[in-house]
């Protein structure tokens, strides 16, 4: 979540053979499959993208209002964000907004799609590196060139965009807790490849070790919003890998 001033990452290990071999195996890298929750909210936003195609065309770059638009929920969260800052950062007016995304809500969840397709997934193709030593170095240090990335809010959108929300909003908590649980079930899932194939130790649990990994990057995304350097983050990540137990049998 590469040639654009982030900080160079280590490079994979053939990444080529390990793109071939996991493809037969693994399940596709993606927290959008996960389920929304199945409240009334959620299906009149989802209603709304279908009402939303139809009309007037519109008069503005989409992907640049969306950029825009989940900075500012990024800065602010859910429910910290205001209509006015909304169109003010998109270029835009609230019938526009209306007529391209339905209400606020649709556009956070649009918004929330264009950064797992971009910022998350620099992140999530980690698990493609050949061994779950190499998974875990990756994942992390991807995390603190994602978090820590100067062009964006410091810290994780998943963690700062819905954390809490009040009753009205809960649909929007519940659904980014739904992310953070698939990013660790795609964890987990490659760990259990790797204990199959001797790489971890028969007696490791891949369900602790992705709770384990999960709870690490959420913690280093909460340093770097209170202003923690790549450089003392990535001292972090070097500590965790060395602290765990890497081969099989």
């Known amino acids: 979540m590469d040639g654009c001033g982030r900080p160079h990452l280590p490079a994979q290990r053939g990444a080529h053979e390990t793109r071939v071999a996991l493809r037969s195996s693994a399940r596709p890298i993606s927290y959008r499959?996960?389920?929304?929750?199945?409240?009334?909210?959620?299906?009149?936003?989802?209603?709304?993208?279908?009402?939303?195609?139809?009309?007037?065309?519109?008069?503005?770059?989409?992907?640049?209002?969306?950029?825009?638009?989940?900075?500012?929920?990024?800065?602010?969260?859910?429910?910290?964000?205001?209509?006015?800052?909304?169109?003010?950062?998109?270029?835009?007016?609230?019938?526009?907004?209306?007529a391209a995304f339905h209400g606020k809500k649709e556009l956070f969840f649009r918004a929330l799609d264009r950064y797992l397709a971009s910022d998350a997934s620099h992140t999530a193709q980690a698990l493609l590196a050949p061994t779950a030593r190499d998974v875990v170095e990756q994942y992390l240090l991807r995390t603190v060139d994602q978090?820590?990335?100067?062009?964006?809010p410091m810290g994780c959108f998943i963690l700062r965009g819905g954390l809490v929300c009040g009753p009205d909003n809960q649909d929007v908590a519940d659904h980014m807790a739904g992310v953070r649980r698939a990013a660790?079930?795609?964890?987990?899932?490659?760990?259990?490849?790797?204990?199959?194939?001797?790489?971890?130790?028969?007696?490791?649990?891949?369900?602790?070790?992705?709770?384990?990994?999960?709870?690490?990057?959420?913690?280093?995304?909460?340093?770097?919003?209170?202003?923690?350097?790549?450089?003392?983050?990535?001292?972090?990540?070097?500590?965790?890998?060395?602290s765990l137990r890497w081969g099989g049998r």
């Open 33 to 98: 499959s996960i389920a929304v929750p199945s409240d009334e909210g959620r299906k009149q936003v989802t209603r709304g993208r279908d009402m939303a195609r139809v009309g007037r065309p519109r008069q503005f770059d989409v992907d640049a209002a969306l950029d825009a638009a989940l900075e500012v929920f990024w800065r602010h969260g859910y429910e910290g964000t205001s209509l006015s800052e909304l169109t003010d950062s998109m270029g835009i007016n609230r019938p526009a907004l209306y």
């Open 147 to 152: 978090i820590t990335d100067e062009r964006r």
């Open 184 to 242: 660790e079930a795609d964890l987990r899932r490659r760990f259990m490849q790797a204990r199959a194939a001797g790489d971890l130790p028969d007696d490791e649990d891949p369900a602790e070790l992705a709770s384990f990994v999960s709870t690490v990057r959420q913690g280093l995304a909460v340093k770097a919003c209170d202003g923690a350097s790549p450089e003392t983050l990535g001292k972090t990540v070097a500590r965790v890998v060395a």
